[in-house]
């Protein structure tokens, strides 16, 4: 059981450039969420999916777009990177009733 | 909306010493989760503790224990025989059981607790 799985664990853009991170999650969770970590800002959530095929924005979602490709799979794009976007990303998932599972998350930096 | 409020940015701790996290929140759900997250260097989040709002006990996981209190909004976090592995940024969330926000965490600004030997 790996959990929730994120990839790139780094990586370094610039502006303007465009990326998606990946994360799948094994635990057949039907929520999944991805949520930025700045300094002193705590966890802010971008965007969540309650079940496969709905997608919903949470509180930043600016210059983000994702997809829930299946059960297992959330992934966030970046069209047009900014230096605001500079952060560390984290997903989630969720069971019903449950806590979230977080991954390892992903250091970007947007140069 | 709901706020979640950690009003100690950075707290210290003697080796086996006791030590006290502060969390309020604010909410007008009556049914909610609130929840305690360790964050070490290693950036991994990991649960440390649970609440469930309509259980009247505080929930206690080994030497970790919470001072849930309903009415007042505060959710603080008891760290018993401090080890320096406790050493991390510590998250208070809050999460609601129904509705639009899809039981997404709300997330505090964090506590950084340094252990001393």
């Known amino acids: 059981n790996a959990g929730v799985t994120q990839t790139p664990k780094f990586q370094v853009l610039k502006t303007g450039q465009s990326m998606t991170l990946q994360c799948a999650q094994d635990?057949?969770?039907?929520?999944m969420y991805w949520y930025r970590q700045d300094p002193g800002m705590g966890l802010r959530l971008i965007y969540y999916?309650?079940?496969?095929?709905?997608?919903d924005k949470g509180e930043v979602p600016n210059g983000y777009n994702v997809s829930r490709l299946n059960k297992r799979e959330f992934s966030l794009r970046l069209e047009s990177a900014a230096p605001s976007q500079t952060s560390v990303y984290f997903c989630?998932?969720?069971?019903?009733?449950?806590?979230?599972?977080f991954g390892p998350g992903t250091r970007l930096t947007v140069l | 909306a709901q706020t979640v409020t950690q009003s100690q940015p950075e707290m210290s701790v003697q080796e086996a010493e006791t030590v006290t996290l502060s969390c309020t929140y604010d909410?007008?759900?009556?049914?909610?989760?609130l929840f305690w997250y360790k964050q070490p260097p290693s950036r991994q989040m990991i649960l440390v503790i649970r609440?469930?709002?309509?259980?009247?006990q505080n929930a206690t996981e080994n030497r970790f224990s919470v001072n849930f209190q309903k009415a007042a909004k505060s959710f603080s976090l008891k760290i018993s025989d401090s080890q320096l592995g406790d050493a991390a940024m510590y998250f208070c969330?809050?999460?609601?059981?129904?509705?639009?926000?899809?039981?997404?965490?709300?997330f505090g600004k964090g506590t950084k607790l340094s252990v001393k030997p």
């Open positions: 635990m057949n969770h039907n929520s």
């Open positions: 969330a809050y999460r609601g059981n129904y509705g639009g926000s899809q039981g997404n965490l709300i």
């Open positions: 989630a998932s969720r069971a019903t009733g449950g806590h979230g599972y």
């Open positions: 609440q469930e709002a309509y259980k009247q």
């Open positions: 909410t007008s759900e009556s049914d909610y989760y």
């Open positions: 999916s309650a079940s496969e095929g709905t997608t």
